[in-house]
Every structure is written in structure tokens, then in C-alpha cells.
């Protein structure tokens, strides 16, 4: 929502700058147009008061003829013109003078003793000043384009923006390997072939990861198998040029000293290769992790908002109860998003592997480390096997009817170590509970 906060100030920012000056323009042209009046109705008096004084002291106002209105249209423009003039005697101003005091003017003649003396009013009547009118329609013209502009803002951020901002995170998710859950499908017509691209791209790279997943085990037990199948010759190799080397099998048991010098030779070669073996063996049981920690420092609770995000909805959808709770909020300063990859393992396993009676992610800091738990009900390993469930391409019992490769929480450990940090893995059969705890230092390096 904050990202149209700042396009709707401005645009009421806009709209109250537009008001403001349609509101001084309408005002002085209508203030212009009073001024002409004004000139108008000066002319007028002044006409009248000339023709009073053509006819003396005897002249009165309410004899004379009423301007001919046609002679002034011609000079000014038809609305500082008035409609109407009505002759008003002195005594019927002062209930009129209030409401129209701009509009009625003095009109003075030549007495008897020939001083100016006031002989009555002109009462110009002009068409309805629509200056109110005109500033109203304005304000209200402006006034539903402003809700117009921000409906569509709002309708746009509904149906547009919101949606795609949420749809722009999931290749980022998917770049980190988080592909277990992919787009829910939406009524809206918009992104519906993105979304369908994005789910068939999720579960294309999910087969080829499988793919290679499963040509590595392939591999690697090849290797293992080959190198125990070396194993045994090679002992016996090396027990035969030991018999030769001692002159075993010779008539009198004495050792030929040229035998015994090549005996010698095949005995140090054997060995070589037993220790090739043994490297080959260590290696192929490691399953290679390619992870370079982003250290950077953030509050505890964005990575439980990050958690809330991920998995809120989705245990909704399954209805597995879900509960989430930050004990403290230290500052942590690791690799967010690695951490928040290891704890998704967690997640995805205690929903595949759990009974879905209920998930629970608790983090907090204990004196200068970080933990982070989630523990779920359900499908229980055997304390025995919970000693091999870090190790690559391993499977207990509850994962018989549950697609895996086994390599997960072995990637998950690599990763936490590289953090400096570690995990553990505790069942209850009892209380048919599984927890696996993250523990990693608030500052990692340190």
C-alpha cells in the first residue's frame, strides 16, 4: 500500500493547486466583469443627472424616460450592461439598500436655489450573477475527477500492481531454490498465462533438479561401489607381496632380496592407491554445496515476517495449524535470506513429513546466539535415525510415501556451518513430536 501513498499526495497536491487557481480565476473574472459594471452604471447616473440638469429645477426623476440599454450595448459588452433600470424615490431605499447596495446609485439635480440635491435612486437589475454557481460547478468538476483519478489509482494498485509485485518475488524464490510451492492460480484473466508459464517453468526445473539429483546418487554410488570393489584385491595384493617380500614362498623361507626389494615396491604402490581409494570414498560422500554467505545485519523479527509470509497462507490452505513466535527482537548480523532458506527446508518438511495437526516456528536469541525451532506432530523417527537424517541422500522410515532425494537438511547443515552455526534434530515418540533447532551466532564471524 505505501507505494501509491506518495503518487496519491501528489496528485491531491495537483488537484488542491488546480482548485486554487480555478478559484482565483473564476474571482477576478467576475471581479473584472463588476468593475465594468460599475463603469456602466457611472455612465448611466451621469447621463441621467445631464438630462436633470437640461431641465432645471423642475426637472424630476421619476419623469424622465429610462435609458435606451441598446445605445450602451453597443459601447461595452451586453453583461456590464443591466437588464433593467427602475426609478426608485428616496423613500423606497432603505429596504432595498442591503441586498443590492452595489447596485443602486444616488441620482442628484438642481434644486431651487440651485444647489445639487439628491432626487431619487437608479436601480440597476442585471441577469443572475452566476459567480457562486460557477465556483460550485468548478469545485465539484474537480472534486469528482480527483475521486475519479484516485479510484482508478486504487482499482490500478488492486488489480495490477498489488498481484504483480506479490507475482515479481517468485523468481526470486525460485532462483533460491525454494520451488515447493508455486503460484496459487487467481480469477484474474491478467496474469493468468504468466502464472501458468511460472508454475510449468517451477515444475520443469523441479524434474531436472530431481533429474540430477538422482544421476548423482547414481554416481556417487557407482564410486563407492567401484572403490569398495578395489578394496579387496588391493588387500590382497598387498598380503601376497608381503609373503613374497618375507620369502613365504620359498622351500627354505628365506626372502630373495631382489623379490624382496619388488615385493617392497608393489607394497608402497598398493598403498597409494589405498589412500586414492580412501579419498575417493570421503569425497563421494559429500554432497557439494555451493553457498557464499551474504552477511548483512537485520532485526529478528523481518525474518519471522519473512516466515509468516511464506507459510501463513499455505498451512491455511492445508489447514495445519500454524503458530509463529519471536521471544526477543536482537540485531542479527548474518545472511538473511540463507538462514531463511534453511528454515523453508525445515518448513517444507515438517508439512510433508508432519501429520498436520500443527507447526510451530520459535526464534530468539540465547546469550550470543540465535536459535530458531520448528516443530511439528507426526511421523516420529526412531532415535536411531535421527543420527543420520543430516547425512546426503539418507531417508528414514517416514518417507516411504513422500517424494525426496534425501539431500535437504544435509544442504540445510553445510549451509548452517558456513554460517558458523549448526543443527539438531530431537524426537519425542511419546509426544509424537518432531523439533529441529538452528543455532547460529547473532554476529556470524565472530
Not at 483519478?149 to 523468481?171: A, C, D, N, Q, W
Not at 515438517?350 to 530458531?372: L, T
Request: aromatic share 8%; net charge negative; glycine share 6%.
Amino acid at each position: 500500500m505505501k507505494i501509491i501513498i506518495k503518487p496519491i499526495a501528489v496528485i491531491t497536491a495537483v488537484f488542491l493547486i488546480a482548485a486554487f487557481i480555478s478559484y482565483r480565476v473564476i474571482t477576478n473574472y467576475f471581479s473584472r466583469e463588476e468593475g465594468m459594471r460599475t463603469v456602466v452604471m457611472n455612465r448611466i447616473v451621469s447621463d441621467v443627472e445631464d438630462r436633470l440638469k437640461e431641465e432645471g429645477s423642475d426637472g424630476e426623476l421619476d419623469t424622465l424616460d429610462i435609458p435606451d440599454m441598446d445605445v450602451y450595448r453597443q459601447e461595452y459588452h451586453s453583461k456590464a450592461v443591466p437588464s433593467e433600470i427602475r426609478i426608485l424615490s428616496v423613500n423606497e431605499v432603505p429596504h432595498r439598500i442591503e441586498a443590492d447596495a452595489a447596485y443602486i446609485q444616488p441620482v442628484s439635480g438642481p434644486s431651487r436655489d440651485i444647489s445639487m440635491t439628491l432626487k431619487g435612486f437608479l436601480y440597476f437589475i442585471y441577469q443572475s450573477d452566476n459567480r457562486i454557481f460557477t465556483i460550485e460547478m468548478a469545485g465539484i468538476i474537480l472534486l469528482i475527477s480527483y475521486f475519479a483519478v484516485i479510484t482508478v489509482i486504487l482499482l490500478g494498485y488492486h488489480t495490477m500492481i498489488r498481484p504483480f509485485r506479490k507475482l515479481s518475488e517468485y523468481p526470486e524464490r525460485i532462483a533460491k531454490g525454494r520451488m515447493d510451492a508455486g503460484i496459487p492460480e487467481t480469477r484474474q484473466r491478467l496474469f493468468g498465462k504468466y502464472i501458468w508459464g511460472m508454475n510449468m517453468l517451477k515444475d520443469e526445473m523441479r524434474l531436472k533438479e530431481k533429474s540430477i539429483n538422482v544421476m548423482e546418487k547414481e554416481k556417487q554410488t557407482l564410486i563407492i561401489s567401484i572403490a569398495h570393489g578395489i578394496k579387496t584385491p588391493l588387500s590382497n595384493i598387498k598380503l601376497y607381496a608381503e609373503a613374497i617380500e618375507r620369502g613365504i614362498y620359498h622351500e627354505d623361507k628365506k626372502p630373495n632380496e631382489k623379490d624382496a626389494e619388488t615385493a617392497a615396491k608393489i607394497s608402497r604402490n598398493v598403498e597409494k592407491v589405498e589412500a586414492l581409494v580412501k579419498d575417493i570414498m570421503d569425497k563421494s560422500a559429500e554432497y557439494g554445496v555451493d553457498y557464499e554467505p551474504k552477511v548483512s545485519s537485520f532485526y529478528l523479527e523481518e525474518l519471522m515476517e519473512l516466515v509468516k509470509k511464506e507459510y501463513a497462507g499455505r498451512a491455511e490452505l492445508l489447514h495445519i495449524p500454524f503458530e509463529t513466535v519471536c521471544e526477543n527482537n536482537p540485531l542479527v548480523t548474518s545472511d538473511k535470506d540463507g538462514i531463511f532458506t534453511i528454515v523453508s527446508q525445515l518448513m517444507e518438511n515438517a508439512i510433508k513429513y508432519g501429520s498436520g495437526q500443527g507447526i510451530s516456528v520459535i526464534m530468539g536469541r540465547q546469550d550470543e546466539d540465535v536459535f530458531i525451532t520448528v516443530k511439528n506432530r507426526g511421523n516420529v523417527l526412531s532415535e536411531e535415525e535421527t543420527a543420520y537424517v543430516f547425512k546426503s541422500f539418507w531417508r528414514g522410515s517416514n518417507s516411504r510415501s513422500t517424494e525426496g532425494q534425501g539431500i535437504g537438511l544435509y544442504v540445510s547443515r553445510k549451509m548452517a556451518e558456513a554460517l558458523s552455526g549448526d543443527i539438531f534434530m530431537k524426537a519425542w515418540k511419546e509426544e509424537d513430536t518432531t523439533e529441529v533447532t538452528l543455532i547460529i551466532p547473532v554476529r556470524t564471524g565472530q
